[in-house]
């Protein structure tokens, strides 16, 4: 991908880029995750690996292909850390670790071809006891994208080998550091949009007009969507609360919550989708996508235009390690609200450029206060893509990872 299309949102970021990509050219950098689609960090390497490489990194993207007793363990691992309930078992520990022995001797081959400069970056915990597999003299960034505002401190204290092995921690925010890492390891990065991509570049809605129609959701009356997997972190229940709260005032309002690009790594989405669908069936005003029924390239078109389109944009998380959903819908000038979690809180300074809430009654009410203010609404929405352009533009992550991959690389 051509970096230079994002010299017009900084030449000056755009100048410490090049002459910081400049001095590392041809180092290899091998970004390891757990799914190629479905939630943040896949979107964040579709977007990355390509910038890197127009930069003259060579840079790579590996999966790990794993069963689904793996994902369920790892997803539990997941809620642990993002505060929930429960201990993780010696015999899931156990497994977790050895299942990860196959990617990990594969690793071991790659890196034994790979030269000299090679940086590898673990993407979330599903891929941490990889970093055992990497020979001391290759660097390892474990970058964990998730909210750490109050870990389950066991689960946390059982990856602490897997992360002390890593030169490098990246977090999304500043409170989302284990106290036990020394701070010269730490590095703070929030993740980025990519403007030029199919799900933020500029549309008409028109062009999305046929798939509005194919959902039966009509362009005619007030729309409020939130667009983010089905989990219980993401509180779809209170979301859809709010909306039968806002529809007492603005009877007209219509719900759509968009799941459908669920990933491989998430096996609970489908278990709360069926749950919800058979709790709300009959409601021909709320529409619960989670089975993925659009080519990806009509996907992103229908996100986009979805977006575009909806009056308001929630995200009612209750942790968020950023929110990329909340930053697609601020760069397109929409009225946000979102839920008091750290990661929303980065972007949304409350009232100024979207709200902040905690309850459903909350939620409601600032759903009807933008539809019945569209001036409020309008200025929310200028406010927002400012921020964004200013910090959750793509050429801003790839500056930091400069950062990280010059005191990294060996």
Known sequence: QDFSRYKKFSLNTYRQCRSMAGR???????????????????????SQIPLERGLGFDSKWFVIQEP????VITKKIHNLLQGGKGQLPSYEKKYYVRQL???????KKILANSGKHVIVVLHDPQTLPLSSYVQADIPVIARLHIDLTSPNKSTLKFLKPFLQRAQKVIVSHKDFLPEWISKNKIAV????????????????????????????????RPIVAQISRFDKWKDPEGVIKAYYLAKQRVPSLQLVLEGAEGAADDPEAESVFKYLSKKYKGDSDLFLLGKNVLSRSRYELW??????RANVIVQKSYREGFGLTVTEALWKNKAVVGGNAAGIRQQIQNGKNGF?????????????RIIENPPLAAALGRMGHDEVRRKYLFNRLILDFLKIYTVTRK
Do not use: Y
């Open 101 to 107: 022995r196959s990617a990990g001797d594969e690793l």
């Open 189 to 220: 990065s929030c993740p980025a949009i990519d403007p030029f991509s199919a799900k933020n570049r500029g549309i008409k809605i028109a062009t999305a007009s046929s798939i509005f129609k194919k959902f039966k959701i009509s362009v005619n």
């Open 24 to 46: 590392m050219r041809g180092t290899k950098i091998i970004h390891i995750n757990s799914t190629a689609e479905g939630g943040g960090v896949a979107e964040l390497l579709k």
């Open 303 to 308: 996100v986009n235009a979805l977006q575009r």
């Open 68 to 71: 689904k007793r793996f994902f």
């Open 356 to 368: 902040i809430v905690k309850t459903a009654e909350q939620c409601s009410r600032k759903i009807v």
